[in-house]
C-alpha cells in the first residue's frame, strides 16, 4: 500500500484551473465595484479622473509581488496597465453621464450585422459599459429618420477614415439635421481577403466589397491583375454572396467576424493600403449631453466665415487664444452657394469650461453663421497624453492681452462682459466695430452698398409675380420680395398662398435672376423657407417672438428683422442678439414705422432710427417706406430719404395692379411709380 497520495489528473487539473480563471473574473468585477464607488466620490469633487502618480504606485506594487512570487514583472505590469485603462475609461463613462442611464440602448448604423459600422457600434457601447440592441439600416437616410423619430436612441455614423478621409454625406447630415454628436469612437478596421478555399490570390477572378473598402485596397487588388474588384452594397453582403456562389475563384474583403459567420477561409489579413486603418465614427442623439469637466472632451461646430479678408484665420485665432487645440479642420461647399464654403471644426475643450465658452462667444461675434454640434468625450485625439485638470483662471489668456495678435490689424474680441443695462453685445458695434456686411450670392448687403427689395406684398399668382419680379428687376431691383404666409389683421382676409406661393416665388426670383426674400411666421416654417428662399423676413408683429428669432437664429440663412410696431431700438436690438446668439450673424434690421398718435400715415416712419443705429450697431439696415407711411404717394419721397440718411437698402411693395392687391394695395406702387422711385433714388447723393 503506497502512503503517495495519487497525482491529480488532467480532468481535475483543468477543473482546478476553470476554478482560479472564475476567481480571478470575480475579482476584477470587485475591483471594478471599487472603481464605480470611486468615481461616485470623484463625480461630487473637482479632483481630477487620471492621477499619474497613483498609477504609478499601483504598478510599482504589482510588479514587485509578482516577483516576489516568482511571476515575469512585465506581464504584471502589462495586465495591470489594461485594467487601469480599463478603469479609468469606466470613471470617464460615469462622469459623462452615459452609464447607467438605460439599461439597453438602441443603436442604429448602416449596413448589416458584422459590417464595420456594425462592429464599431458594439465597441462603442462596449466602452460606455452599456448593452445595446443594433439597429442595421441599408440607407444612411433611415438611421438618420430612425433617431429622428426616436425609433433609435443613438446612430453610430462613420465620419472619416485614415486612407479615405471625409464621409461627406455624413457632414452634410450634421449641417442639415437638428441632432447632437454625443460621442465618438475609433475603430480598427481589420480588411480581410476571404474564399471559399484557401487557395492563393493569384486564383482569384473577381473580389466584393464595400467601394469604400475597396479603395482602401487599392495597392493590394491592383497587384492581382487577374482579379477584377466590384462594388458591393455592403461588406458583410459580398461575404454573403461569396459563400453562397461557392466559387473559389471568388473572394470579399470585409471583416474576420464576417468571414467565420459565413465559414469562409481568409485568405489574407490587412490587406488595406496601411498597416493600421482606423474610421473614426461620430454617436448622434437628439439631444446634447453635457460632459464633466475633468473628462477629456471635444466641440464640434460648423462655422460660416464673413466675407472679408482673413476671416477664417480669426476665427481659428480666436481658439489658438483661448489654448484651444484644433484636432479637425473641413471645408464643405455651402448649399446653394457656389463656391462658399462651409467651415467644420473640432477642438480640444468642454464648452462647460470658461475658456471654451469664450472661445465660442467670441467665434459667434467674429462668424456669420455658428452652429455647436456637440461637446463629448474625446476618444479619437492624435496626442496619447490628455490633461484631465482644469486650468486655473489665471492660466487663461485673456484676449485683450494681446491686442495686436489678429493678423488683419482688427483688435481681438473681448470676451464678454456683463452689462446689467443692455441685453445684447453680439449686435452691439463695440464688440464688432466694422460694418457687417451679409453675401447673398453675388450680393452684398450692408458696408457701403445700397440695395433695393422690391415686390408684391403678397404672392397672389404665377402671372403677378413674375411679371413684377422681371419688371422691378429690368428697374435696378436686387431682391424679390413676396408673402406667402402672411400675418394678416383679420382672420378672413387674404392669408397667402403658403408653399405653393413659395414656389412661385421661387421660380419667379429664378427666372429673373432675383435672390428672395418672403415672412416666416412660425418655427416649422423655418426649414421649408430656408431650403428655397435666400432671406428670411421675421415680420413687425413676430419681432419679439423669441422661439422664432431662436428657430431662425438656427439656420445659416440671412434674417431680415422687422421693427416691432410699438418697440423702442433697444428692444429691437435685443431681439437682434436672440438671433446672434443661436450663431446666425446674418442679421438685416427693417425700419417700417412704428405706431405713434399721427394718423395721417399707416406709421411713423422712424428715420431717425437709422442714424441711432449706425451708431450703435454694425449690422445692415434696411428701411421699408410702404409699410411705414401706408400711402403710395409717400413711398418715393421717403425712400430717397432712407438713402439720404445712410440706410443700407429699401424694401418697397410693388404690383401690377395695385389697385387690384389682394392686400396693401393702398401702399403699393404700380410699375411707373416704381420706376420713378428708382429714377429719383440715383440722384440721391450720400
Ligand atoms: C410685409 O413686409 O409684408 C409685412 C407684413 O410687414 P410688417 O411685418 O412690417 O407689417
Ligand atoms: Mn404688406
Not at 459600422?117 to 457601447?125: D, P
Amino acid at each position: 500500500m503506497s502512503s503517495e497520495t495519487p497525482k491529480p489528473g488532467l480532468k481535475e487539473l483543468r477543473q482546478r484551473l476553470n476554478q482560479v480563471d472564475d476567481d480571478m473574473v470575480r475579482l476584477l468585477a470587485k475591483r471594478l465595484e471599487t472603481v464605480g464607488l470611486i468615481a461616485k466620490e470623484k463625480a461630487g469633487s473637482t479632483q481630477a479622473i487620471r492621477d499619474p502618480e497613483r498609477e504609478r504606485e499601483v504598478l510599482a506594487r504589482v510588479e514587485t509581488l509578482a516577483q516576489s512570487l516568482g511571476l515575469s514583472a512585465p506581464l504584471a505590469r502589462k495586465i495591470f496597465s489594461e485594467i487601469i485603462s480599463y478603469s479609468v475609461s469606466r470613471q470617464i463613462a460615469s462622469l459623462a453621464g452615459i452609464e447607467g442611464e438605460a439599461s439597453e440602448v438602441s443603436v442604429g448604423y448602416q449596413g448589416s450585422p458584422l459590417t464595420y459600422n456594425n462592429l464599431a457600434a458594439e465597441q462603442y457601447l462596449a466602452s460606455q459599459n452599456l448593452r445595446g440592441r443594433f439597429v442595421g439600416l441599408p440607407t444612411l437616410k433611415l438611421v438618420i429618420d430612425s433617431l429622428a423619430s426616436a425609433a433609435v436612441d443613438l446612430a453610430l455614423l462613420p465620419i472619416e477614415n485614415t486612407v479615405a478621409g471625409s464621409i461627406n454625406q455624413v457632414y452634410d447630415v450634421l449641417r442639415e439635421q437638428d441632432l447632437h454628436i454625443v460621442g465618438e469612437e475609433s475603430y480598427r478596421v481589420e480588411l480581410c481577403l476571404a474564399a471559399t478555399a484557401d487557395a492563393p490570390a493569384s486564383a482569384l477572378r473577381r473580389i466584393l466589397s464595400h467601394p469604400l473598402a475597396l479603395d482602401q485596397c487599392s495597392a493590394f487588388v491592383s497587384a492581382l491583375p487577374q482579379a477584377r474588384a466590384e462594388p458591393f452594397l455592403d461588406t458583410r453582403e459580398a461575404m454573403r454572396a461569396v459563400a453562397e456562389a461557392k466559387d473559389p475563384t471568388l473572394a470579399a474583403i470585409g471583416s474576420p467576424e464576417a468571414a467565420a459567420a459565413h465559414e469562409l477561409h481568409i485568405l489574407n489579413r490587412n490587406v488595406g493600403n496601411q498597416d493600421e486603418i482606423l474610421m473614426r465614427y461620430v454617436a448622434l442623439a437628439r439631444a446634447p449631453v453635457s460632459v464633466d469637466v475633468r473628462v477629456p472632451c471635444k466641440t464640434s461646430l460648423i462655422l460660416s466665415t464673413r466675407h472679408e479678408k482673413g476671416a477664417l484665420l480669426r476665427c481659428l485665432h480666436i481658439l489658438a487664444e483661448y489654448g484651444l487645440s484644433m484636432t479637425k479642420l473641413e471645408s464643405r461647399p455651402r448649399p446653394n452657394r457656389p463656391w462658399e464654403y462651409m467651415f467644420f471644426i473640432d477642438f480640444e475643450g468642454n464648452v462647460a469650461e470658461e475658456r471654451a465658452a469664450l472661445a465660442l462667444e467670441a467665434l459667434r461675434s467674429e462668424a456669420l453663421y455658428l452652429k455647436i454640434l456637440g461637446c463629448y468625450p474625446a476618444k479619437a485625439t492624435p496626442a496619447e497624453a490628455q490633461t484631465t485638470v482644469l486650468p486655473e483662471a489665471s492660466e487663461i489668456t485673456p484676449v485683450e492681452a494681446s491686442p495686436t495678435a489678429t493678423s488683419a490689424g482688427r483688435p481681438a474680441p473681448s470676451p464678454p462682459v456683463a452689462r446689467a443695462s443692455k441685453h445684447y453685445r453680439l449686435a452691439d458695434r463695440a464688440t464688432h466695430p466694422e460694418d457687417t456686411v451679409i453675401r447673398v450670392g453675388s450680393l452684398l448687403i450692408g458696408g457701403t452698398g445700397f440695395v433695393v427689395i422690391a415686390g408684391p406684398c403678397s404672392v397672389e399668382s404665377e402671372d403677378q409675380i413674375n411679371r413684377t419680379a422681371l419688371y422691378v428687376r429690368e428697374q435696378g431691383a436686387h431682391i424679390l420680395r413676396g408673402g406667402v404666409f402672411k400675418p394678416r389683421t383679420g382672420p378672413y382676409a387674404f392669408q397667402g398662398l403658403g408653399r405653393e406661393g413659395l414656389d412661385l416665388l421661387a421660380a419667379a426670383g429664378k427666372a429673373a435672376g432675383l435672390p428672395i426674400i418672403t415672412e416666416v411666421m412660425t418655427i416649422e416654417q423655418v426649414r421649408v423657407v430656408a431650403e428655397k428662399s435666400d432671406i428670411l423676413q421675421i415680420g413687425a408683429r413676430n419681432m419679439q417672438n423669441f422661439p422664432l428669432l431662436s428657430a431662425v437664429g438656427k439656420v445659416d440663412r440671412p434674417v431680415l428683422l422687422k421693427r416691432g410696431l410699438s418697440s423702442t431700438i433697444e428692444e429691437w436690438l435685443a431681439a437682434a442678439e436672440y438671433i446672434l446668439a443661436q450663431g446666425n450673424g446674418q442679421v438685416i434690421l427693417c425700419e417700417r414705422g412704428i405706431r405713434t398718435f399721427e394718423s395721417a400715415t399707416r406709421n411713423t416712419l422712424d428715420l431717425s432710427a437709422v442714424v441711432v443705429l449706425r451708431e450703435r450697431t454694425h449690422l445692415p439696415i434696411v428701411v421699408d417706406p410702404s409699410h411705414g407711411t401706408g400711402k403710395r404717394p409717400y413711398v418715393a419721397p421717403m425712400a430717397w430719404a432712407a438713402r439720404a440718411c445712410g440706410a443700407h437698402g429699401i424694401s418697397v411693395e410693388v404690383h401690377p395692379n395695385p389697385d387690384q392687391a389682394l392686400s396693401d394695395g393702398d401702399q403699393s406702387l404700380d410699375f411707373p411709380g416704381f420706376k420713378a422711385l428708382m429714377e429719383g433714388l440715383s440722384r440721391v447723393r450720400v
